[in-house]
Nanobody, 117 residues
Framework: QVHLVESGGGLVQAGGSLRLSCTASGSIFSINTMGWYRQAPGKQRDLVAV???????NSADSVKGRFTISRDNAKNTVYLQMNSLKPEDTAVYYC???????????WGQGTQVTVSS
């Protein structure tokens, strides 16, 4: 099993910045994808950004140019730098881990991000 621990959420004014971190522990497979999804009240959980262990990234159009995903493979940690935050970015952000070859995925417990106008 892979356990994910998130940190870095909070309350920020529109235009501000936050940095989320997520560290994986347990049976980590060397080839994996980690990243972030978010879920606003009453809405489905949507992709924010993901990054493979090889460094390939994918992100939602709504965050391109504002959010940057990165990772430190030695620390099994993924980061999400969020700049120019908007009220519509308000959601619970969930860390995600996926090992394609093993068909295994795991979710973090979620961290609240609230952007005030």
């Amino acid at each position: 099993q892979v356990h994910l621990v998130e940190s870095g959420g909070g309350l920020v004014q529109a235009g501000g910045s936050l940095r989320l971190s997520c560290t994986a522990s347990g049976s980590i497979f060397s080839i994996n994808t980690m990243g972030w999804y978010r879920q606003a009240p009453g809405k489905q959980r949507d992709l924010v950004a993901v990054i493979t262990s090889g460094g390939t990234t994918n992100s939602a159009d709504s965050v391109k140019g504002r959010f940057t995903i990165s990772r430190d493979n030695a620390k099994n940690t993924v980061y999400l730098q969020m700049n120019s935050l908007k009220p519509e970015d308000t959601a619970v952000y969930y860390c995600y881990y996926y090992a394609l070859r093993e068909g295994y995925r795991s979710w973090g417990q979620g961290t609240q991000v609230t952007v005030s106008s």
